[in-house]
């Protein structure tokens, strides 16, 4: 693969362009789809442009996990990056985000990622005015800082941090990182190669989009039709499920929506067969047009994997119904051609 960070130096100039504009800190905040790339953003910019780079990363939700859990993760970072052979005991948020202070250097150009941030407090209702408190008092005025708060459920962030009242006017950026484009997908998986048809091409990202993390599976020498079997319909394909563990499919929903994933994956099942109006669904689904399903297609739209269409009438004017659409490759792949053989891949 040629390219093996393609599509990213716009974001990467905007994030360097933070030290030159200010003085004090940078709170940075980042969505985008699972495996898109966020944390793979990150650890280039830190790496390859602060002089120190920090990494914290919320443990995967699970049944019976609490907060101890995530602050033990915490504090086992804290502890390696501090060189000390045991882990630091943190018992809260604000102990947690005070042992991380110390740890920063007095000078230079430091990023501190805390990535998929929802899952780190999402066992603490208030860890977000945590969050805000440290920020404040903490690391606002420190020169050369950038801290990011990142994660792939984008409507924890969006309610909780960039449309709350409380971080008015504290985040520097807004990154909301898109699937790569056609040019930047072929340039990430074939490079320069001239050996691949178009076709061929547009045949795999039909069924992967502009995800990286599912385009670096690809095999650039292999067929289309090669790499959809090896992927999608072996028991241990990366697009169906990799290493014995949950399906990807399923991952999506039970990362990104925890515990509601299953009226998520209802939602992406109802609309693999074609768009539909949001009164459409509720008849598919059993739920009233005045309950909460606008707020899940809101989520699933925040989250990237749909799109609200406006109806357009044959005059050109537009119309008052919208229609929803499932906008991403895979699930659409998914549902139409590998979840009705699931059974017969697993074996």
């Not at 515990?259 to 059993?286: H, M, N, W």
């Amino acid at each position: 693969m040629a390219d093996e960070f393609a599509g990213r130096s716009v974001q990467l100039k905007r994030l360097v362009g933070l030290w030159r504009r200010r003085k004090g800190g940078a709170l940075v905040t980042c969505t985008g789809r699972r495996r898109v790339g966020k944390s793979r953003l990150f650890q280039e910019f830190g790496e390859r442009h602060a002089d120190v780079f920090f990494q914290f990363q919320g443990l995967p939700p699970r049944q019976e996990q609490t907060d101890a859990d995530q602050l033990r993760h915490f504090g086992e970072r804290l502890a390696e990056y501090m060189g000390l052979d045991e882990p630091l005991a943190v018992k809260s948020w604000t102990q947690a985000f005070a042992l991380l202070e110390r740890l920063l250097p007095e000078a230079g150009k430091t990023v501190v990622l805390l990535d998929e941030i929802s899952w780190m407090g999402r066992h603490d209702k208030d860890f977000a005015g945590k969050i805000k408190d440290a920020w404040d008092t903490r690391f606002a005025r420190r020169s050369g800082l950038v801290v990011v708060l990142c994660g792939s459920v984008s409507t924890w962030i969006e309610k909780n941090i960039i449309r709350h009242t409380g971080f008015l006017d504290r985040i520097a950026a807004r990154i909301e990182l898109p699937e790569l484009n056609l040019a930047e997908s072929s340039g990430l998986v074939w490079g320069a190669a001239t050996g691949v048809s178009a076709m061929e091409k547009l045949r795999m990202l039909a069924v992967t989009g502009g995800v990286p993390g599912y385009l670096e599976q690809l095999d650039p020498k292999a067929s289309a039709a090669e790499n959809i079997r090896r992927l999608c319909f072996e028991p241990e394909g990366g697009l169906f499920r990799k290493g014995g563990r949950i399906d990807e499919f399923d991952a999506i929903f039970n990362d990104v929506f925890a515990r509601r994933a299953d009226i998520y994956r209802k939602i992406a099942l109802a609309l693999s067969g074609g768009s539909k109006t949001l009164s459409e669904l509720s008849g598919v689904l059993g739920k009233t047009r005045a309950g909460y399903l606008s707020h899940y297609l809101r989520d699933l739209e925040i989250a990237g994997f749909l799109r609200e269409e406006p109806h357009f009438t044959v005059g050109g004017g537009e119309g008052k119904v919208s229609h929803f659409r499932l906008s991403d490759n895979y699930l659409r792949f998914y549902l139409k051609y590998i979840e009705p053989r699931k059974k017969q891949i697993a074996g």
